[in-house]
């Protein structure tokens, strides 16, 4: 098979660009990002380019989608990647407590302060993974469901990830974190509540809504799901200046009807708007209500309503959506 010439593969990230999970920033979420960091294999705005910038092409080349001439390694290097959904599950898979992801407003600070450690300390990987440059020419199979045993390149750029131990991911899980109602009181008359979410050994938590039972977050968290999976755990806290945060209440998720129902029925771009699934509501479990598996507009998304375990009251409203990581 001929190579395809610059202007075939310029198309072809073009296309890349044009999927929905590509459609905002890798970083802060803005939408219609027109660049890139070519050797990362993420799709950026203007604000973040510049802060990917500052941190040297050795840790990432940012290149403009639509004004820069692209090499056949460069596209070559996005295009293996996947784009942003496939990244994020390496760069971001496990976010500790204390930090959040910017928003498309955040100040220039809390931008580059979250991608120096994203990119360029790395804080986020899972544990014993780190992620080194090289200009070795050094090539290996790359597989997006794996990170392996060893040496695995992105492209012949070198970024390689090395890891002890074999984990395999199935998949991206997106929760949006909309809002609770009647939470516990903690403080006096209110609570400082936020959520945190907890799936094998990652964490993500939302912002602090300052006093009020009936928060509204409406924040995105995404979470690796590996092949061997376990519920995804809810818990919300109250934020306390000068004490240990206090348990607020919590709850489990069962993933299994919502991966199961999507594997079952294949590529969600091809089904119409439909229920594939449903999560029942029993005494064993913290539904408010029974939870159906929908296909909307390509994407698989159940809606959850969980009643708060071990507290006197409360309950929380999310947004899932599967993204798996074999399309």
Same mark, same amino acid.
């Not at 992801?101 to 899972?126: G, M, N, W």
């Given at each position: 098979?001929?190579?395809?010439?610059?202007?075939?593969?310029?198309?072809?990230?073009?296309?890349?660009?044009?999927?929905?999970?590509?459609?905002?920033?890798?970083?802060?979420?803005?939408?219609?990002?027109?660049?890139?960091? #070519?050797?990362?294999?993420? /799709? +950026?705005?203007?604000?973040?380019?510049? *802060?990917? @910038?500052?941190?040297?092409?050795? !840790?990432?080349?940012?290149?403009?989608?639509?004004?820069?001439?692209?090499?056949?390694?460069?596209?070559?290097?996005?295009?293996?990647?996947?784009?942003?959904?496939?990244?994020?599950?390496?760069?971001?898979?496990?976010?500790?407590?204390?930090?959040?992801?910017?928003?498309?407003?955040?100040?220039?600070?809390?931008?580059?302060?979250?991608?120096?450690?994203?990119?360029?300390?790395?804080?986020?990987?899972?544990?014993?993974?780190?992620?080194?440059?090289?200009?070795?020419?050094?090539?290996?199979?790359?597989?997006?469901?794996?990170?392996?045993?060893?040496?695995?390149?992105?492209?012949?750029?070198?970024?390689?990830?090395?890891? #002890?131990?074999?984990?395999? /991911? +199935?998949?991206?899980?997106?929760?949006? *974190?909309? @809002?609770?109602?009647?939470?516990? !009181?903690?403080?006096?008359?209110?609570?400082?509540?936020?959520?945190?979410?907890?799936?094998?050994?990652?964490?993500?938590?939302?912002?602090?809504?300052?006093?009020?039972?009936?928060?509204?977050?409406?924040?995105?968290?995404?979470?690796?799901?590996?092949?061997?999976?376990?519920?995804?755990?809810?818990?919300?806290?109250?934020?306390?200046?000068?004490?240990?945060?206090?348990?607020?209440?919590?709850?489990?998720?069962?993933?299994?009807?919502?991966?199961?129902?999507?594997?079952?029925?294949?590529?969600?771009?091809?089904?119409?708007?439909?229920?594939?699934?449903?999560?029942?509501?029993?005494?064993?479990?913290?539904?408010?209500?029974?939870?159906?598996?929908?296909?909307?507009?390509?994407?698989?998304?159940?809606?959850?309503?969980?009643?708060?375990?071990? !507290?006197?009251?409360?309950?929380?409203?999310?947004?899932?959506?599967?993204?798996?990581?074999?399309?």
């Amino acid at each position: 098979m001929f190579p395809l010439p610059n202007s075939d593969k310029m198309t072809k990230l073009r296309e890349l660009l044009h999927k929905s999970d590509n459609r905002i920033c890798a970083d802060c979420s803005a939408p219609d990002p027109k660049w890139a960091s #070519a050797n990362i294999g993420v /799709f +950026i705005c203007l604000k973040c380019s510049g *802060v990917h @910038r500052s941190l040297g092409t050795h !840790v990432s080349k940012v290149l403009s989608i639509t004004l820069d001439q692209w090499s056949d390694d460069e596209i070559n290097s996005m295009i293996e990647v996947g784009g942003n959904s496939y990244a994020n599950s390496i760069y971001e898979a496990f976010i500790p407590e204390g930090y959040h992801k910017p928003h498309p407003d955040s100040s220039q600070e809390e931008r580059a302060d979250f991608i120096r450690s994203k990119y360029e300390l790395q804080e986020f990987l899972k544990p014993s993974l780190r992620i080194v440059s090289s200009k070795s020419s050094l090539e290996a199979t790359y597989s997006r469901k794996h990170i392996g045993q060893q040496c695995f390149s992105f492209s012949s750029f070198g970024l390689f990830i090395l890891q #002890a131990g074999m984990v395999e /991911f +199935i998949g991206i899980l997106k929760v949006k *974190v909309i @809002r609770g109602t009647k939470l516990a !009181v903690r403080d006096l008359i209110s609570s400082d509540p936020y959520v945190v979410l907890i799936l094998g050994q990652q964490k993500a938590k939302t912002s602090v809504v300052k006093r009020n039972l009936n928060p509204v977050w409406n924040e995105e968290l995404k979470l690796s799901v590996p092949q061997q999976y376990g519920p995804l755990k809810l818990q919300v806290f109250d934020h306390a200046m000068l004490s240990k945060d206090d348990k607020m209440g919590e709850a489990e998720i069962d993933l299994q009807p919502m991966i199961s129902a999507a594997t079952a029925f294949g590529d969600a771009d091809l089904l119409a708007d439909m229920q594939i699934g449903k999560w029942l509501k029993s005494p064993d479990n913290a539904l408010a209500r029974d939870s159906p598996v929908n296909v909307v507009n390509g994407k698989v998304k159940q809606e959850v309503s969980l009643k708060l375990q071990n !507290v006197e009251s409360g309950e929380v409203d999310l947004e899932l959506e599967w993204v798996p990581l074999n399309q």
